[in-house]
């Protein structure tokens, strides 16, 4: 049993929908598994606006093996039915054939055994079906590409078993290779060698100050806001909503203090609030007498 690393590398996914995508990645990779029969002992997936990430933890090396049976002909029926069996199942003479009794007679049995795929050899086929099946609410085209999605995907970047796998993405237009690296900073190209296992790749982008799971970036941001509304003397009101929406815009979190210029706080703090959170994503502070900040 080993593990499986993917990360989906685009440029920004709106936050109204990354909460489905992960859903989405998680259901799809759940179904192609199984219809895959490889087993697994569990899925976790993460998102922020730049990564789609899953995880899947005791994921067997290969499909088991199966046995399959194929009703023939009767062995009185024309040399024609019993020759065009045997062609189509590979063989050269009914001696390699079981035998059936019907109650219409004897009727000629295939029986094989499939030996199942590696893992390695299926994990490719089975991330390009997910990506090309994937349904956003907004879709885009880039330059004469047929393939779709939410932004430009930039790369696809698939480990198991602590090696990077060998695959590519069809574009309608050209393949895109699996990256064999990862990006942590895509202003100042700081790009990294895949990791061996979800721990390292978590660790590096700790180390470059991302936050991979949004509940935790949504406890830094709340956390930081009460921190600074102690900081200068005031009161915070918790907005969930905006709080959702802020974690969706971020993978590193700088809680900032700002204030606007009094000749701009003329209008009523209904007005302010409404334009604050709505169109700048800035959180609210009250003064004590429940003034806007």
Known sequence: ???????????????????????????R???????????????RGYVTPLRLVLVIEGLEGRQSD??????????????????GFLRNHGLADIADCDHLETPKGTALLYRQTVHGQTTVELLPTIIATVLRDFSWTNEMRFAN???????????????????????SLDLGGRKQPFAQEFVLDRFRSDVHPAP????????????SGIVLDAEQRQAQIRQGLEQLARAEGCVWHEDRFL?????????????????????????????LRLVIRTHQKYFVFNELDGNCL
């Open 1 to 27: 049993m080993a593990e499986c690393l993917l990360e989906i590398f685009q440029e920004e996914i709106p936050a109204r929908m990354q909460a489905k995508a992960v859903g989405q990645l998680l259901m």
């Open 29 to 43: 990779f759940t179904h192609q598994l199984d219809q895959a029969k490889l087993r697994y002992a569990s899925l």
């Open 66 to 83: 199966r046995s399959t049976e194929s009703k023939g002909p009767l062995l009185s029926a024309p040399e024609k039915a019993i020759a």
């Open 145 to 167: 590409q047929e393939f779709r999605w939410v932004r430009p995907l930039r790369q696809v970047l698939a480990v198991y078993d602590g090696v990077a796998l060998e695959g």
């Open 196 to 207: 061996k296992n979800f721990a390292e790749y978590k660790k590096a982008l700790s180390a």
């Open 243 to 271: 709080l959702d929406e802020v974690a969706g815009l971020v993978e590193q979190v700088h809680v900032l203090h700002g204030s606007i210029e009094a000749r701009f706080m003329a209008l009523p703090d209904a007005v």
